[in-house]
């Protein structure tokens, strides 16, 4: 049996509490008492996971509607520490406004810090809009990287 460990605190809680035996295979996997334990040392990049809260909002022709952005850092190893998150939106409705408070946000890759942050999104809808669903998209993306984590949020008039 194999099991995937993120740092070294909890190999060291393994080894001063619970495990008698430690036997050192190479530099990436350590043996606890017949079990792998391995501990991933490099960084492996991956798309944020980014939500949207509420996923719809109702409003009324030139009214503002407020979501809650939450982008979550997935990136996995001790390498890879913080990592800068830019975020956008994907608007394509003529006459509408829409803003995200911050833009940026700085994530931890492990429990050190906080590996999810909230960011906040507002929809001004103009004053001639029509009845429907409008959609909105927002990206986040990690600086140097290519791969984006993407959410929808729906403005209902």
Excluded at 35 to 41: D, G, L, N, S, Y
Excluded at 81 to 110: A, I, K, M, R
């Amino acid at each position: 049996m194999s099991k995937v460990v993120f740092g070294f605190v909890v190999v060291a809680i393994l080894v001063a509490g619970f495990i008698s035996s430690l036997s050192t295979n190479d530099n990436s996997e350590l043996q606890f008492s017949g079990e792998a334990v391995k501990v991933i040392t490099n960084c492996q990049r991956l798309p944020p996971t980014v939500a949207v809260s509420p996923t719809s909002r109702t409003g009324t022709p030139g009214s503002t509607n407020y979501y809650q952005i939450t982008v979550t850092n997935n990136n996995i190893g001790l390498s890879c520490g913080t990592s800068q998150f830019n975020l956008f939106d994907l608007n394509n409705h003529v006459g509408w406004t829409t803003s995200l408070f911050p833009n940026t946000l700085n994530l931890c890759s492990s429990g050190t810090c906080n590996v999810s942050a909230n960011s906040y999104y507002s929809v001004i809808s103009p004053t001639n809009a029509q009845l429907g669903t409008y959609d909105f998209y927002v990206v986040a993306y990690e600086s140097g990287q290519t791969a984006a984590g993407v959410v929808r949020a729906d403005y209902v008039i």
